[in-house]
């Protein structure tokens, strides 16, 4: 059975870099026809897609976030990482990892994700 | 604000029927066959129950189902049951942006 899970720091100081990483079990990152995706819910805007990795190393980002967002993937490790930089109180949220069914686009799979409070 | 529009709250007795509205435009939800509806309970991962407007994911209750009409995509639940009380999100493909969110719905069963 496939599990998608958020860890790093549940916490952010304005203006540093925002690291997680989302492991996936129970599948090869790099099987099948999937983008592996990161999404986040704030308070004020409920869900929002950040941007999402193929496992060949290719990548597209939320237009309102592409300055400051990196998704990287470590297939060795099974692993995909988000850093968003130069956080700000707005910043905080909830960021969940999911796995998207390409020709679906749907988010088939989801982490149970992680708050990140960004404070000082 | 969210790109897709949904009622902030629906409600239903046990056994009733209730539909969540959500509302985008032409160029997403009335542009693309691509809706799908997720099911949100905090510190619980999210689950998929509809995919491609009216699709279910293999062991999603019958109970609910999807459907489209112009750029309004609905979701139904019927013969409501205390477990369904939640949050709902409906998402649209979107073409340059892949996924566009309703602002979700809190299902009260009353």
């Known amino acids: 059975q496939l599990q998608l899970q958020e860890s790093g720091p549940g916490l952010a100081k304005p203006s540093q870099t925002l690291s997680l990483t989302c492991t996936v079990s129970g599948d090869s990152i790099t099987s099948g026809d999937y983008y592996w995706s990161w999404i986040r819910q704030t308070p004020g805007k409920g869900l929002e897609w950040i941007g999402y990795?193929?496992?060949?190393?290719?990548?597209y980002y939320n237009p309102s976030l592409k300055s400051r967002v990196t998704v990287s993937v470590d297939t060795s490790k099974n692993q995909f990482s988000l850093n968003l930089t130069s956080v700000t109180a707005a910043d905080t949220a909830v960021y969940y990892c999911a796995r998207v069914l390409l020709g679906s686009y749907c988010l088939d799979s989801w982490g149970q994700g992680t708050l990140v409070t960004v404070s000082s | 604000q969210s790109a897709l529009t949904q009622p902030a709250s629906v409600s239903g007795s046990p056994g009733q029927s209730i539909t969540v509205s959500c509302t985008g435009t032409s160029s997403d939800v009335g542009d693309y066959n691509l809706v799908s509806w997720y099911q949100l309970y905090p510190g619980k991962a999210p689950k998929l129950i509809i995919f491609e407007v009216n699709k279910r994911p293999s062991g999603v209750s019958n109970r609910f189902s999807g459907s489209k009409s112009g750029n309004t995509a609905s979701l139904t639940i019927s013969g409501l049951q205390a477990e369904d009380e939640g949050d709902y999100y409906c998402c649209s493909f979107g073409g340059s942006r892949p996924w566009v969110f309703g602002g979700g719905t809190k299902v009260t069963v009353l």
């Open positions: 990795i193929y496992h060949s190393g290719s990548t």
